[in-house]
Every structure is written in C-alpha cells, then in structure tokens.
C-alpha cells in the first residue's frame, strides 16, 4: 500500500515518494533517495576538495614537488630572467641618461717663441683654433710667413686635455712634435712643435700650418646626443699642472693670442645645432647638412688684454637624441614588464601562498563548523 | 640624501618601486577579495550540501533500522524512512537553497 502524505501539498515529494510503503502513518520509504544520496555525497566531496584548492592547500603542495605545504622562497629560472631584464633596463637607462663629465682644469695656452724671431722674422695670420667636439680633435691652424726666411721657432700649446696623438703638418711635410702630459693627474698636456732652420729654409713665403691633435675626451659634458664644450683661454698662472710641466715650456715665448686675433670654432656633427645654452653668441655660426660650426672671434689686445675668455657651446645631435628618447622609453618598457612578470611569476605566488596559509586555518574553522552542522543533522 | 633625490635615476628608480608596491598591494587586496567571496560561496554551497547529506544519511539510517523489522521493506529495496520533519526539512532546504544545488540534483528533486 502505497501512501503520500499531504499529497496535495508536498507535490514534489509525492513524486520522490513512488514505490515507497508505509508501515506507520508517519513513515515512507523511496528508492531515488539512494540516488540523490550518492549524487549529493559527491558533489559534496568535490565542493570540499574545490575549497581546499582554493585555500591554497593541493596547488601548491603539487607545485613544490608533493612536499606537502612546504614553503619555498627559492627564485625560478623565469624570476632570474625576469631579475635580468629589470637590471638591463636599469643598465639602458642609466648608459643613456648617465653624463660624463671633464671639466677642462685650466686654459688654453698657446705661445710661440723666441720672442725676438716672432716680431721681426715671422708674421702669423688667420690664427683659428677648431673643435671638433663629435671627433675628440683639435685643429690649430694659421698662416705663417716667414720674413727673414730660414730661422727656427718653436709653439708651445698648454692644452687641459689629455693629448693621445699629435700631427703637425707644414706644407703637407711633417715636422718634428712632442707633446707631454702633467705629472699631477695627466689632464693637462704641452703639445710643442718646431720648426727647425733646416725645414723653416724649406718653407714658401706663406704658407699654412695644421695642428691636429687628438685627446682623449674634447667635451666638458657629456651625454647622448649632447656634448658641451668648454674652453678658456689665457694663460694658466701657478697651475699646478702648468708648473709641472714648466721644464718642457721653452721660454722666452709670446701669447699667441696677444699678437693677433684669435677665432675660436667648435665644429659639430651633421643633424647638429647649437642649443640656447651656447654663450656669448658666436659671432659666425655656419648651418649646414654637413659639419656645423660656431665661431668666435677673441681678442687679447685692448682693456680686456689681462682677462681671460670663455666659450661655452652645446651641440646637440637631432638623430641621437631621438634614439635616447627611445632608449629611455625602453628602458622604461623593460623596467615595467620585467617587475610585473616578476611580480607575476615569483612574488604573486610567494605572498599568495603565505596569505593562503594564514587563511587556512580561519576557513578550516569554518568548514570544521559546516562540518558540525551536517553531524547535528546526522 | 638631498641629493640622491635630485638624481634623476634615484627618481625614475623610486617611481618605479612606487609603482610595483601600489600594483603588489592592490592584487594581493584584490586577490584576497576575490578568494573570500570564492570561500564564502563554496561554504555556502557546502554548508546547503552537507544539511542535504546528513538529513538523507540520518534518513537513510532510520531506513535501515526499520528494514531490519520489516520484511516488506527489504523485499521492496526501500531504504530511507522520512519522517513528516524530514519531509518538511528537506522541502525547506531545495525551497532556500535551491541556487546551492546542481541541476542533477534538482532534477532528482523534480522527478
């Protein structure tokens, strides 16, 4: 005998309810209860094996090696990488914003000699001394016109720079140069060249001489796409480094820039222009595709005789400074993606693994609870 | 120190540690968010789940025992006795929970 209770009522149990018997008024049994049992047990041991995934119990266990809830703090290989592509960008950036700089110790000096030869036996003209802050080089050059013909003379250029080689061409011949650096530190050096009568007996009526000279760094400062020349000139006084060399300085000599007017020039880089920071104005600046230049024209004659002068010139380099722009973006590129893959990778983990742990045990009581209240049901 | 913070590298450096540590702070607050409400659910879900077992488990025990008496249950493969409470319970329990409950589990109800 088959009997539903409150069948109008409890509908769906009367459903539940078929083949069940009664053995009471108040008692029925049903076969699909077995059923929903089963489906009920194991959707419930998967919602608990779910939470405990999720608190951090069996990922992790499984990530260390099956070693239980051991905690690691050892770096993968892919946290290294991710280390080494922050350390680069650091490196980019720092190569790229990073300014060298060698402000020059003293003036320029630049003497000829003997003093009796130079005002009756030669007679120099168009006096330039060039820049070339993108090649480390220093060009001197003048025309020379020897009066009385064979007679020996020497130049002596007290440079504040470190002098790496030194060519002195006369008439496209060679002759004799020395130069020497200081005994205090070597910023400074003495470039000498000499014309000796047995070459100045050589020499044309007028004619051209070039002094290159390379040292090893020409700019004061220093940076990508931007290089700052500063020189001054006059003579050096009780400089150190001037007295140091006072044994290879031949004297008597004359300033070089006393006897007539010296142009200054600071040739830059194509796609170069001199910035605002350029001081005093150049008297004659050339704007090219090719080679620019800024010169000045410094006289040591008149009231300002005992002064010394000055020229500060920035050359800026249009297409290296947009590569440290990009260089400078990449780096911040680098910096980022390497910390948030760092972050991702190895910190993200660590600290989740350590906040999981910490949550364990508040959701363990929780669930111990739940737990409790399906055994007081039971 | 003064100058360290006029270094443009220490600046650009401390922007970028700035950066991570606000990033590390705010997914470890999102994620511990998002963890508790996943927690939350699941013991919701667990707590509706484990009543549902222990009432059928109970069920199923009243079941056995009056089997053992009764030779017409066995023979009708019958195992669980309900009770009017247990009926009662377990209609409560697929009425408020019913979002808990999978649809297998719901169609077995609805049968």
């Not at chain 1, 660590?350 to 039971?378: F, I, P």
């Amino acid at each position: 005998m088959v009997r539903l209770i409150e069948e109008d009522k409890y509908h769906k149990m009367g459903r539940i309810m078929q083949g069940a018997v009664s053995e009471g008024s108040r008692e029925l049994f049903a076969h699909n209860l077995s059923e929903m049992q089963k489906v009920a047990e194991s959707e419930f041991e998967k919602l608990k094996d779910r939470w405990e995934d999720i608190a951090g119990v069996r990922v992790f266990s499984s990530k260390l090696g099956s070693k239980g809830n051991r905690r690691s703090t050892r770096i993968s290989g892919k946290g290294l990488l991710m280390i080494g592509l922050i350390l680069i960008g650091v490196f980019v950036y720092r190569s790229t914003v990073i300014s060298a700089y060698r402000i020059p110790p003293d003036p320029v000096y630049l003497a000829v000699g003997p003093p009796e030869r130079v005002e009756t036996g030669i007679k120099l003209s168009e006096l330039r001394f060039i820049a070339y802050a993108y090649e480390n080089r220093i060009t001197i050059c003048t025309y020379v016109d020897f009066v009385n013909g064979s007679k020996p003379h020497y130049f002596d250029f007290y440079l504040p720079f470190e002098v790496v080689a030194v060519s002195v061409r006369y008439n496209w011949t060679a002759i004799t140069s020395d130069y020497h650096k200081d005994t205090v530190d070597g910023a400074c050096s003495l470039v000498r060249a000499n014309i000796s009568e047995a070459e100045s007996s050589m020499l044309s009526k007028r004619d051209y001489v070039y002094l290159d000279i390379y040292v090893q760094q020409l700019s004061a400062i220093e940076r990508i796409g931007e290089k700052t020349v500063i020189l001054s000139f006059g003579h050096p006084g009780s400089s150190d480094r001037f007295n140091s060399m006072k044994g290879y300085f031949r004297q008597p000599s004359v300033e070089l820039s006393t006897l007539i007017p010296l142009q200054v020039t600071v040739g830059a880089d194509k796609d170069s222009f001199f910035s605002s920071e350029t001081s005093p104005a150049p008297d004659v600046q050339f704007l090219r595709s090719e080679p620019c230049f800024a010169t000045w024209r410094i006289e040591f004659s008149g009231p300002l005789a005992g002064y010394y002068r000055s020229i500060y010139c920035t050359a800026k380099n249009t297409k290296l400074l947009e590569m440290r722009e990009l260089r400078v973006f990449a780096s911040g590129i680098l910096i980022s993606v390497g910390v948030s893959l760092l972050v991702e990778v190895e910190l993200r983990p660590y600290l989740a693994r350590h906040v999981r742990g910490d949550e364990q045990e508040d959701q363990t009581t929780k669930n111990r609870q739940s737990h409790g209240t399906a055994k007081t049901h039971e | 120190m003064v100058e360290l913070l006029r270094d443009p590298v220490w600046q650009f450096l401390g922007v970028i540690a700035t950066a991570a540590i606000a990033a590390i702070v705010y997914m470890l607050q999102r994620r511990r968010s998002i963890l508790s409400y996943e927690l939350r659910e699941l013991e919701k879900r667990i707590d509706a789940y484990g009543s549902l077992v222990a009432l059928l488990k109970g069920t199923k025990k009243k079941g056995e025992a009056m089997g053992e008496r009764s030779g017409a249950v066995r023979s009708g493969e019958l195992t669980h006795l309900l009770e009017a409470d247990d009926i009662k319970s377990l209609r409560m329990l697929f009425q408020r929970k019913t979002q808990f409950f999978s649809s297998k589990l719901l169609d077995l109800w609805s049968v």
